[in-house]
């Protein structure tokens, strides 16, 4: 049982809840969260997802509180690890000693420690942007930091887009979730959202579907990114440029002055 589940394709395992008998909405909201903790394991070199290590378990809801993620949030990854368990007989890691103890400490720190965001000023995203590289995983990056700056976007509104969603003109027009958004051309060619977003979709070749997706390390073009990966993405390029990292998140690209992006 456990040799054959850990086997699970990756495609199986994320679809692990739709014939699961509970509410669509509630189905949803397990797949999403599902799919964001395999998508992590198959990030760390394929680590097992189901069933998964309690150590697998604490690392990845410690990484949720690093990111500055909501108690609810991480009682929700809880929530959909524990059914993804349920559902295919196998013992849920969250009954481990060694989870409930880490899941006890990390919800009371959250409790306790309001989350302080420090917003990105237009001169940390220009040194952000010039440390980067030209691989094709950069020109996404760059692309996803400038666009969801420039919009002040939440990140699931950011990943949310898709390629038809981008008008580009003398300026950029988004469509998210109902709403245009209006972004002008950068004073500078490098942190020009426009410039990057033209430059990863032509780099990318899209056509059609979800702006911003996975790429695999062979340079293969994935899924939808989740909107975990957004803060994931925050992190480890203003950590790349030297940034002091207190208070860097997700929320770090929509906080600030709306002055700042007219710096870009």
Known sequence: MTRYKAALPSTELERLFEGAAMSATTRRAYGVQWRQFTEWCSERGGWSALPARPRVVVLYLAELAREGLSAGSL??????????HELTGCRSPLEDPLVVRWRRQLLEELATEPQQVTPLTAAQMRQIVTSMDDDLVAIRDRALLLVG??????????VGIDVNDVVVGTDMELRVRGRRILIPRGRHDVTCPIRAAESWIRGADLRAGPLFVGINRWGQLGGRLSDRSVGLIVQARARGAGLAMTGISADSLRMGPPAERRLL
Request: net charge positive; with cysteine.
């Open 149 to 158: 700056y420039a919009a002040m976007l939440r990140r699931a509104e950011l």
């Open 75 to 84: 009682r929700a990854a809880c929530t959909a690890i524990a059914k993804a």
